[in-house]
């Protein structure tokens, strides 16, 4: 069981990376061994040196490694996988499966952000374009038998694909993301771009001057809270800090893997600054997929970076591209949109003060910068709360 990494202090990028990089699996292939007991197998060559039960070239798991134990010459031998132990029917495959390869990356950057993979291997989302992906990828890791007995029905209105459950054993997916796709820049690229377009979301708000993308996940905090919290409704950070600060003092450092891989695939990869923000807690009606309490954080990606992001990696969908373009439109019409990052170089756990302010703005060419503090205050961006130190007022 991995461990949990304890991402205090933030500062310690290098040392966060390092550790997260230490602990990612580096699994690049399956083989026949890896496969759960109980698992039969279709061999089109019956090896002399195994008794033969019965007529058919099956044979299960435990009688293969008792008499080959890891051998991967068994893979060649194996033609599929028994569908039941009761049925008759064999899903066809080949192994080893490859795993470092893109149809992999784009499938576990899908299941980690729309499937389900804990007792069947489905997906559950009304986008046609991820239903697709997740035939073709299944069909191409695994092979027609596995694509052609994919299922399709619908669901709270919803397209579901479920696959059959045995594949969840070929096609491994798990939070922690894999080392060859945190050290490949075209692997990070694909899964970024399927991750951003299944989970994340541009947000442009012309009155607020608000403008990012984030990309939020969830965790199980079960294990930490022994309170009553409100059934079935979100509690933001501000009130978790105000009446649940035990609770928020022990989950604060603890991001989901997930978001924390993908925190350092945009850093390490494409030079791309985010920042990962506790945003609310929640008691679960169901206990299925996040568990009894659950926490959800956001991944941000705020204006300055926005550029970047479509140059690197962009959304798939016309709707979000054209909403991210729309953002670098605003930049033209609204200067105070360049001088707010200086303000955000500046801050301190939301603190300006305002001669750091100026000092950075002078480097920069501007001869008055006091006026863009009095500006941002004017507009609710910026409250000044004691003589030459302001509060941002805005994510």
């Known amino acids: 069981m991995k461990t949990t990494i304890n991402l205090s202090p933030w500062y310690e990028e290098a040392k966060v990376v390092e550790t997260y990089l230490k602990e990612a699996p580096n699994k690049k292939e399956v083989h026949w061994f890896d496969l759960p007991n109980g698992t039969q197998f279709l061999l089109k060559n019956f090896p002399n040196t195994l008794r033969k039960l019965g007529k058919s070239n099956i044979v299960n798991i435990e009688r293969l490694k008792k008499a080959f134990g890891k051998s991967k010459d068994i893979n060649d031998l194996i033609v599929g996988i028994k569908k039941t132990m009761k049925g008759n029917g064999c899903l066809k ?12 990356v784009s499938l576990y950057s899908l299941m980690l952000s729309e499937g389900s993979n804990s007792s069947e291997f489905s997906l559950h989302v009304p986008e046609e374009f991820f239903h697709d992906l997740f035939h073709e990828n ?7 038998d596995f694509s052609k007995n994919i299922v399709i029905d619908f669901n709270n209105g919803f397209k579901r694909s479920r696959a059959p459950a ?23 690229r694909e899964y970024l771009k399927i991750a951003f377009e299944a989970e994340g979301s541009p947000i442009l708000n012309k009155d607020k001057i608000k403008r990012y993308i984030k990309l939020s996940r969830y965790v199980d905090i079960s294990k930490y809270v022994n309170l009553e919290l409100p059934s079935e409704r979100r509690v933001y950070t501000g009130e978790i800090q105000e009446k649940y600060s035990s609770l928020y003092n022990k989950i604060k ?10 925190f350092i695939l945009l850093k390490k990869h494409f030079d791309i600054d985010s920042k990962i923000i506790l945003e609310a807690i929640k008691q679960n ?37 054209e909403k991210c373009e729309e953002m670098l439109k605003i930049r033209a019409n609204h200067p105070q949109y360049s001088t707010l990052k200086f303000i955000r170089a500046v801050e301190n756990k939301g603190i300006i003060l305002r001669k750091d302010f100026i000092t950075i703005m002078k480097k920069e060419g501007y ?11 004017k507009k609710g961006l910026l409250k000044r709360i004691e003589e030459g130190k302001y509060k941002l007022l805005i994510d």
């Open 253 to 262: 450092e603890y991001p989901p893997l997930t978001l924390l891989g993908e």
């Open 166 to 188: 045995k594949i969840r054993h070929l096609i491994p997916i798990d939070e922690h993301l894999p080392k060859f796709i945190l050290l490949e820049k075209e692997f990070a």
């Open 93 to 104: 495959v080949k192994f080893p499966i490859k795993l470092d390869n893109r149809d992999y």
């Open 367 to 377: 001869k008055s910068p006091s006026c863009y503090l009095h500006r941002f205050e």
């Open 285 to 321: 009606k169901t206990f299925f997929r996040t568990g009894k309490f659950s926490a959800r954080w956001t991944l941000v990606i705020y204006a300055n970076n926005i550029n970047k992001f479509i140059q690197e990696i962009n959304f798939i969908s016309e709707k979000k591209r």
């Open 138 to 144: 299944i069909k191409t890791l695994t092979s027609d």
